[in-house]
């Protein structure tokens, strides 16, 4: 007889597990015995080199045919920080709450999600859990790489929940249908250097960097729709690496980002910053990193699974929203319909990160609710 697992104690041996990413070992054994004693088949690899790997991921499936119902996630966190109350890595329960990094972003969803198919044993079709150790990293080696495993394999579920926590003022108030793309880009702008006393035989590279910073800036990019936000770029660093106050720099560097919404595709924005760029400082270098494009998942029955999961449980009508930042949901769209659900998130990242011990139990019964739904 398989015991009910009990998501909260979960949550806690995966929080025990140091995870930073990217992330692979001993937090992917504690989800493997949880997961095989209930009836999972469980496949592991590990992909890549430094800097960006190597990267373990973990697909689990239970059952087969059609339908086919996905849970996503990841075990890899952000580093701690200095300044915890405790130990970041040691699972510890105060006044109601579990303290850890990753209890809220996101091992306490999984352990919700896994407490949840304890609960779910007969189901028709195929149940799956899809876990990267690199999301919140580049994600090189991480869901595209399992993405790339189950389609050799011929896996293709018809639809998933990604567990980032999307809830706000409490759980089950948001739930996350669609995410903006995000495009990091570099700017070099090279100059000649020289001494400042005599700017005539010197080219300063900042002064064409400063009207390329204000060109940047009157760029209206859009003003939002019905369910994406306006479209926001970012300057986040300018440097010279000049460290001498009577020296003209020989090169100038920028570093922006663009959150964008559904009316842009990455490559036009970079084509668009590169315009202006060249428009003000005819030979400078612009690279590009997109990191994901903007999707927004079509209507259809995972919304109405979903909604009325959290509807039984809570008794709220969720909010569907595309805000914030970016999640593996930009690889996973690629396969069918995704949305994202999760706990509160006011501490994810900060130090001294929690969940309520009761939204953790609440999540895992939406979860199974959801489960019965999909495949019941």
Same mark, same amino acid.
């Given at each position: +007889?398989?015991?009910?697992?009990?998501?909260?104690?979960?949550?806690?041996?995966?929080?025990? @597990?140091?995870?930073? %990413?990217?992330?692979?070992?001993?937090?992917?054994?504690? #989800?493997?015995?949880?997961?095989?004693?209930?009836?999972?088949?469980?496949?592991?690899? %590990?992909?890549?080199?430094?800097?960006?790997?190597?990267?373990?991921?973990?697909?689990? !499936?239970?059952?087969?045919?059609?339908?086919?119902?996905?849970?996503?996630?990841?075990?890899?966190?952000?580093?701690?920080?200095?300044?915890?109350?405790?130990? *970041?890595?040691? *699972?510890?329960?105060?006044?109601? +709450?579990?303290?850890?990094?990753?209890?809220?972003?996101?091992?306490?969803?999984?352990?919700?999600?896994?407490? *949840? @198919?304890?609960?779910?044993?007969?189901?028709?079709?195929?149940?799956?859990?899809?876990?990267?150790?690199?999301?919140?990293?580049?994600?090189?080696?991480?869901?595209?790489?399992?993405?790339?495993?189950?389609?050799? $394999?011929?896996?293709?579920?018809?639809? /998933?929940?990604?567990?980032?926590?999307?809830?706000? *003022?409490?759980?089950?108030?948001?739930?996350?249908?669609?995410?903006?793309?995000?495009?990091?880009?570099?700017?070099? =702008?090279?100059?000649?250097?020289?001494?400042?006393?005599?700017?005539?035989?010197?080219?300063?590279? /900042?002064?064409?960097?400063? $009207?390329?910073?204000?060109?940047?800036?009157?760029?209206?990019?859009?003003?939002?729709?019905?369910?994406?936000?306006?479209?926001?770029?970012?300057?986040?660093?300018?440097?010279?690496?000049?460290?001498?106050?009577?020296?003209?720099?020989?090169?100038?560097?920028?570093?922006?980002?663009?959150?964008?919404?559904?009316?842009?595709?990455?490559?036009?924005?970079?084509?668009?910053?590169?315009? !202006?760029?060249?428009?003000?400082?005819?030979?400078? /270098?612009?690279?590009?990193?997109?990191?994901?494009?903007?999707?927004?998942?079509?209507?259809?029955?995972?919304?109405?699974?979903?909604?009325?999961?959290?509807?039984?449980? !809570?008794?709220?009508?969720?909010?569907?929203?595309?805000?914030?930042?970016?999640?593996?949901?930009?690889? #996973?769209?690629? #396969?069918?319909?995704?949305?994202?659900?999760?706990?509160?998130?006011?501490?994810?990242?900060?130090?001294?990160?929690?969940?309520?011990?009761?939204?953790?139990?609440?999540?895992?019964? =939406?979860?199974?609710?959801?489960?019965?739904?999909? #495949?019941?």
């Amino acid at each position: +007889m398989i015991t009910a697992i009990d998501p909260v104690q979960l949550a806690a041996r995966l929080i025990d @597990c140091p995870s930073i %990413t990217p992330a692979r070992g001993a937090v992917f054994d504690v #989800l493997q015995a949880a997961l095989e004693p209930l009836g999972f088949a469980v496949h592991r690899f %590990t992909l890549g080199e430094a800097p960006d790997g190597p990267v373990e991921n973990l697909f689990a !499936t239970r059952g087969s045919g059609s339908p086919h119902f996905g849970f996503a996630g990841h075990l890899d966190v952000v580093p701690p920080g200095e300044g915890w109350t405790g130990d *970041a890595f040691a *699972a510890e329960i105060r006044g109601g +709450m579990l303290y850890g990094r990753g209890a809220v972003d996101m091992k306490g969803g999984i352990a919700a999600f896994v407490a *949840a @198919c304890s609960e779910t044993l007969d189901h028709r079709g195929t149940l799956s859990l899809i876990i990267t150790g690199d999301e919140e990293g580049p994600a090189t080696y991480g869901t595209p790489a399992i993405m790339e495993w189950m389609a050799e $394999r011929g896996v293709r579920p018809d639809m /998933i929940v990604i567990g980032e926590p999307t809830s706000e *003022a409490r759980l089950g108030d948001v739930v996350k249908i669609g995410r903006r793309g995000s495009v990091g880009m570099w700017i070099e =702008i090279p100059g000649t250097q020289g001494h400042v006393a005599y700017p005539h035989l010197a080219d300063n590279p /900042i002064t064409k960097l400063g $009207r390329v910073l204000v060109a940047l800036d009157r760029l209206h990019l859009d003003d939002g729709n019905d369910w994406f936000q306006p479209s926001n770029l970012e300057v986040t660093d300018v440097e010279t690496a000049n460290l001498a106050g009577n020296v003209i720099p020989g090169t100038a560097r920028a570093r922006l980002n663009i959150r964008f919404n559904n009316l842009h595709t990455g490559e036009a924005l970079v084509e668009l910053v590169r315009r !202006t760029v060249e428009e003000e400082a005819p030979g400078a /270098i612009v690279t590009a990193k997109i990191s994901g494009e903007a999707f927004l998942s079509p209507a259809g029955p995972l919304f109405d699974v979903v909604t009325a999961a959290i509807s039984a449980e !809570t008794g709220l009508t969720p909010k569907l929203s595309t805000a914030g930042g970016t999640s593996d949901g930009r690889f #996973l769209i690629r #396969l069918c319909p995704v949305v994202d659900f999760g706990l509160p998130n006011a501490t994810m990242h900060k130090l001294d990160e929690a969940a309520a011990v009761d939204d953790i139990w609440g999540l895992s019964r =939406i979860y199974a609710r959801i489960i019965r739904a999909a #495949l019941g």
